[in-house]
């Protein structure tokens, strides 16, 4: 069977390690690079964003980063031959800007959010991809 033709044919470890890579991607991004920028652009204070639900947030989070970091395997291993590093890199850096940031802008006009919560939010994914990308393209 050829490579890529198999749904579940993917490097497993580099799928957690690179949904971990973007998950602390995020932990850093909206804690000390722009978590109280955030904060303002969705109108939460620091006791707000502490009453949530932390298992549910972050387990819910760190799910969905799995999901993404799969897809992007599947992605890599549906080309039926191995990317290099960089190709790998602006491949999930082109989902990142060609998908998702087009995704959250139509959601974040249609919903009237602010233009800084669209930056923060695009760079953050960006940022997220680009980690997840470069530990696809270290562990094939």
Do not use: C
């Amino acid at each position: 069977m050829k490579r890529g033709t198999v749904m579940f044919d993917v490097n497993w470890l580099a799928i957690v390690l690179a949904a971990l890579a973007g998950f602390v991607v995020g932990g850093i991004w909206y804690g000390p690079v722009m978590g109280k920028q955030w904060m303002g652009a969705v109108g939460l204070t620091e006791e707000q964003v502490k009453q949530g639900n932390m298992a549910l947030i972050y387990g819910g989070a760190f799910a969905f980063s799995l999901l993404a970091s799969w897809t992007l395997a599947h992605t890599f291993a549906s080309y039926g031959y191995e990317l290099g590093v960089g190709a790998k890199v602006l491949t999930a850096f082109g989902v990142a800007l060609g998908f998702i940031v087009p995704a959250i802008g139509t959601n974040y006009l249609f919903s009237q959010k602010g233009k800084a919560l669209f930056f923060i939010d695009a760079a953050y994914w960006l940022l997220f991809y680009t980690a997840m990308g470069l530990v696809h393209a270290y562990m094939p």
